[in-house]
């Protein structure tokens, strides 16, 4: 069976531009979470969809979005990129709630 | 405020040796407790859940415990390997049960 996947696996953009990073859950799971991780420090939880359905959002400004597809895949939007949106962005699945996440190998962002 | 604590100094130790590691919170009234292990460049993956009302659970060479008391819950591999040199992270749902926060992690280095 396949993993979580995700793209793209690396990825550069200037300031002010807009991204889209995507996720494709383990095949069954409709629990979609996002996450932020910065060099050094833990994952940081952006999002988190449930049956194309915002279950959860952490401390992130507007300029992040998410949505969730009718076969559970999920996108991940940032909006007027930051230096600081620099990071790790990974996706987990889940069969429903919070435990027991799969992450995907993340995209690396970085914004020049 | 919520937070969550891990050691982030890293840990060295020798070959065979157990290793501990500690995740302190506070302001969590926790229904359970995820460990997760990650290696440079790559997605978390899970290890072990404990629940509130379990003290101790075992996985093969990994034991965790969880003390709701002391807010404290101890991550420990026997007979450590090389392979085991890794970054562990503790992560908590919110209160409300909608985000999964992680600790800062904490890196394992075995020496041979």
């Known amino acids: 069976d396949a993993g979580v996947t995700q793209s793209p696996t690396h990825l550069i953009k200037t300031r002010g531009q807009h991204v889209t990073l995507r996720c494709s859950p383990i095949?069954?799971?409709?629990?979609v979470s996002w996450y932020q991780q910065v060099l050094g420090q833990g994952p940081q939880f952006i999002f988190q969809?449930?049956?194309?359905?915002?279950?959860g959002r952490g401390n992130f400004p507007d300029r992040f979005s998410a949505r969730q597809f009718p076969n559970y895949s999920s996108e991940l939007n940032v909006n007027a990129l930051l230096l600081g949106d620099s990071a790790l962005y990974l996706c987990?699945?889940?069969?429903?709630?919070?435990?027991?996440?799969?992450f995907g190998p993340g995209t690396r962002l970085t914004v020049l | 405020s919520q937070k969550i604590e891990q050691n982030s100094e890293a840990l060295n130790i020798q070959e065979g040796k157990t290793a501990t590691l500690t995740c302190n919170y506070t302001?969590?009234?926790?229904?359970?407790l995820q460990w997760y292990r990650q290696d440079p460049g790559r997605g978390p993956v899970f290890l072990l859940l404990?629940?509130?009302?379990?003290k101790e659970k075992r996985k093969e060479r990994l034991k965790v415990t969880f003390d709701t008391t002391l807010k404290q819950s101890l991550f420990h591999i026997t007979a450590s390997q090389p392979a085991d040199s890794a970054t562990y992270l503790c992560?908590?749902?919110?209160?409300?049960?909608?985000?999964?926060?992680f600790g800062g992690g904490t890196r394992l280095m075995v020496k041979p």
């Open positions: 987990a699945s889940s069969s429903s709630s919070l435990d027991e996440q799969f």
């Open positions: 095949s069954g799971h409709k629990s």
């Open positions: 969809y449930y049956e194309k359905e915002e279950r």
């Open positions: 302001n969590y009234s926790p229904a359970y």
């Open positions: 404990i629940r509130e009302n379990e």
């Open positions: 992560a908590l749902e919110d209160n409300a049960g909608n985000m999964l926060t």
